[in-house]
């Protein structure tokens, strides 16, 4: 596969990971009685459901909107550092630990497009 195609595919793969995501903090958000938790669970969630659509403006034309892919390698980075930290808190569980991972692997890939993409031709 031409590195073009593969990085474009990372950043549909990583909208999606982020849209199941996102979806998921609003679907815990939800529900009788409204807290304020609940309440920043959904903008938690709106927020990450946003970053996904950035992954498909960057898919879209990989040599372009670089800086989102910068935010994405800052936000994943964040994410799995507060996952680790919640988690030796004994916040969440080895899920949530999983997941912070697989955040971590998407910034280490997004790295490496970075340094990939301006070689493209």
């Known amino acids: 596969m031409e590195k073009k195609t593969y990085y474009k595919y990372l950043f549909i793969v990583a ?5 199941v995501a996102g979806i998921s903090f609003i679907a815990v958000g939800l529900g009788e ?3 304020l938790l609940q309440a920043l669970y959904v903008g938690l969630g709106n927020t990450i459901l946003l970053v996904g659509i950035g ?8 040599k372009k909107n670089n800086a989102i892919a910068l935010m994405g390698i800052i936000g994943k980075f964040f994410a799995f550092i507060s996952v680790l930290i919640y988690f030796s808190l004994g916040v969440g569980d080895i899920s949530t ?7 971590l692997i998407f910034a280490i890939l997004f790295i490496e497009f970075l340094k990939g993409v301006k070689r493209l031709e």
Do not use: R
Not at 97 to 103: E, L, M, P, R, S
């Open 33 to 35: 009685p409204v807290s």
């Open 15 to 19: 909208a999606i990971w982020n849209w």
């Open 97 to 103: 630990v999983i997941a912070g991972t697989i955040d």
């Open 55 to 62: 992954f498909i403006f960057v898919s879209l034309d990989v």
